[in-house]
């Protein structure tokens, strides 16, 4: 088992195979996400030496939409073969649900794939507003069936948390929810299929990297108690290497260190993608799995705009 953490508004739980312990945050040092000043080896070293023993509740736990630091939240697309397939056709199909065929054309998905080239990399969120609330997952309004472009997924991710000097501290799964239909009519809506309120979902808990760790994923959809979807993938068939992108991700930073001064963290892209006719309605079961990295039970929601 793993070494991992969460947070409370008193400090930091760390979780090893010998039991729960508690890290009180005296000092500011160990807030959600101010580990970002310590390096990688120094944060590690905290959570190898807790020593206090605690018994918890998840409702202590702090949500990730209210953790400091978070910002930005970044994506890397299109890094498995089975989600470059589906890009092309959806490409190919430019906002229709109909079925085509793929006529070996080439697209911009497959330039992003081609590791000769950099990835696909995204602004996907900050903390204020776009990470959703505990155990839900929103979509647009436009993305839901009958709302105009409508057709929205969860796409289930491992999530990595980066640190000021650019290292992996740890890594977590969460869903990068989009707006399918609308983001196919054009690569060019990408941001507003990707980036909205709610729009990101994570999990409480955040397992202290390990480059070698092989991650299975899986998520199932259930609507009214009746499983409606299900599949799974493993990080070892992911076309390009973690610190790779994380390398690229580093090239949005706003100095020439590479560096946000807050850390950021980092989707890595999905192995899993449900059919073109599938899609998120209000009140459905979303189960993101990962035996390595965490669990999230959420209910989908619709967002509200106002204006």
């Keep these: 088992m793993a070494i991992s953490f969460a947070h409370t508004a008193e400090g930091m739980i760390v979780r090893r195979p010998e ?20 390096r990688a080896e120094e944060f590690f070293e905290v959570c190898r030496s807790a020593a206090e023993p605690f ?5 202590t ?11 930005p939240v970044l994506g890397a697309g299109v890094t498995f073969a089975n989600s470059l397939r589906e890009r092309r056709l959806e490409t190919l199909r430019m906002g229709s649900l109909d079925s085509v065929s793929d006529d070996g054309r080439a697209t911009p998905y497959d330039v992003v794939y081609d ?35 409508g057709s929205s997924v969860p796409e289930p991710e491992r999530v990595l948390l980066i640190n000021r000097y650019g290292e992996i501290i740890a890594h977590t799964v969460g869903s990068d929810t989009t707006a399918r239909q609308l983001e196919s009519l054009s690569p060019l809506y990408l941001p507003a299929a990707k980036t909205y309120p709610g729009c990101t979902t994570l999990c409480h808990w955040f397992t202290i990297y390990d480059p070698g760790l092989e991650v299975r994923i899986s998520m199932e959809v259930l609507r009214d108690g009746v499983q409606l979807y299900y599949d799974e993938y493993s990080s070892a068939t992911m076309k390009r290497t973690p610190e790779s992108l994380v390398r690229h991700a580093r090239t949005l930073a706003p100095n020439g260190l590479g560096y946000f001064l807050q850390g950021f963290a980092l989707f890595t892209g999905t192995g899993i993608i449900p059919p073109v006719e599938f899609s998120l309605q209000a009140g459905d079961k979303v189960i993101i799995d990962s035996p390595q990295l965490g669990r999230i039970d959420a209910t989908t929601k619709i967002v509200e705009f106002n204006f």
Excluded at 19 to 38: E, I, K
Excluded at 55 to 59: L, P, R
Excluded at 61 to 71: K, Q
């Design 19 to 38: 039991g729960m312990f508690f890290v009180a945050d005296t000092d500011g040092q160990l807030a959600p996400f101010a580990r970002q000043q310590l």
């Design 55 to 59: 018994n918890f509740s998840d409702d």
């Design 61 to 71: 736990l702090l949500l990730p939409n209210i953790f400091p630091g978070i910002t």
């Design 115 to 149: 590791t000769n080239n950099p990835p696909e990399v995204f602004f996907k969120a900050t903390a204020d507003g776009h990470i959703a609330p505990d155990n839900e997952i929103w979509i647009r309004p436009d993305g839901a069936p009958g709302g105009g472009m």
